[in-house]
Nanobody
Framework: QVQLVESGGGLVQAGGSLRLSCAASGRAFRNYAMAWFRQAPGKEREFVATISGSGGITQHADSVKGRFTVSRDNAKNTVYLQMNSLKPEDTAVYYC????????????????WGQGTQVTVSP
């Protein structure tokens, strides 16, 4: 079992930055691929970024490529999402998720989810 707790969300102006954190409890954190998804009001939950257990493989959605960076610190059981050059369309609840094995973008393959953290970007 893995419990995930996100933090770091908030209100920021367009062009600003935020860093989200996701702290994981449970054993063998490095065996889990981690991902960030987001859900805006009235929309489906969508993939943002994913990272392998070692941190050596990352993938970002086209909509955030060049602005967001996923990383992890296995010594701290934590995964991060650094968000720069934020836009109003980035406004959403951001969720972190975990699954055994390789990283990927398919939401249905993730077994463990956090409760989400709200990110609001004002124009």
């Amino acid at each position: 079992q893995v419990q995930l707790v996100e933090s770091g969300g908030g209100l920021v102006q367009a062009g600003g930055s935020l860093r989200l954190s996701c702290a994981a409890s449970g054993r063998a954190f490095r065996n889990y691929a981690m991902a960030w998804f987001r859900q805006a009001p009235g929309k489906e939950r969508e993939f943002v970024a994913t990272i392998s257990g070692s941190g050596g493989i990352t993938q970002h959605a086209d909509s955030v490529k060049g602005r967001f960076t996923v990383s992890r610190d296995n010594a701290k059981n934590t995964v991060y999402l650094q968000m720069n050059s934020l836009k109003p369309e980035d406004t959403a609840v951001y969720y972190c998720a975990a699954r055994m094995g390789l990283p990927g973008a398919l939401r249905s393959t993730y077994n463990y989810w956090g409760q989400g953290t709200q990110v609001t970007v004002s124009p």
